[in-house]
């Protein structure tokens, strides 16, 4: 069974991995990241790593049993109680609810380890799949925006109900 795991540097390998291999997957739905992010990918990482221990943002890794990562699953812009979730389940592993176990497991610390009570999440009009996701795990769209420059919804999930 997978298991969600706080961002360490011991997952740099895994995750370098899980990025290459799932770039073009997730360029069909966000925008690429680029070739400077795995160019720079050991300082990002430490710069992750960083931002984590100050409270900032909290990064997890869904990982299986054998460490091959499965998806990220993050929170950034930390702030007032309230934090932006953000996720991406690699190509072989859509499709399996992994993302909508990620994304409640990762409510669950958000309210109960990081005290939070607010999630924002917003993924575009073109990306049912996260729509989906998003739904299913209690977010409620709030208003139309521009993600990346194409239509989207953002959504907000009540962690104190």
Not at 13 to 41: C, I, K, M, Q, T
Not at 57 to 75: I, K, P, Q, S, Y
Not at 115 to 134: D, Y
Request: a neutral charge.
């Amino acid at each position: 069974m997978p298991e969600l795991q706080r961002l360490a540097p011991r997952h740099a390998p895994a995750l370098l991995r899980f990025e290459r291999e799932n770039r073009a997957w997730f360029a069909r739905s966000v925008p690429d990241r680029g070739d400077d992010y795995f160019a720079d990918f050991d300082a990002r990482h430490a710069a992750l790593l960083a931002e984590q221990a100050t409270g900032a943002g909290h990064f997890h890794l869904l990982v299986d049993e054998d460490g091959t990562v499965l998806g990220r699953f993050n929170l950034v812009d930390v702030a007032d109680g309230s934090a932006e979730l953000g996720y991406r389940v690699a190509e072989r592993a859509a499709g399996r609810g992994l993302a909508k176990q990620g994304v409640r497991r990762l409510g669950e610390l958000a309210r109960d380890r990081y005290g939070l009570r607010r999630l924002v999440a917003s993924a575009a009009l073109a990306n049912p799949a996260s729509l989906a996701v998003l739904r299913r795990t209690g977010f409620v769209p709030v208003e139309e925006i521009l993600l990346c420059g194409q239509p989207a919804l953002r959504h907000v999930l009540d962690l104190t109900g």
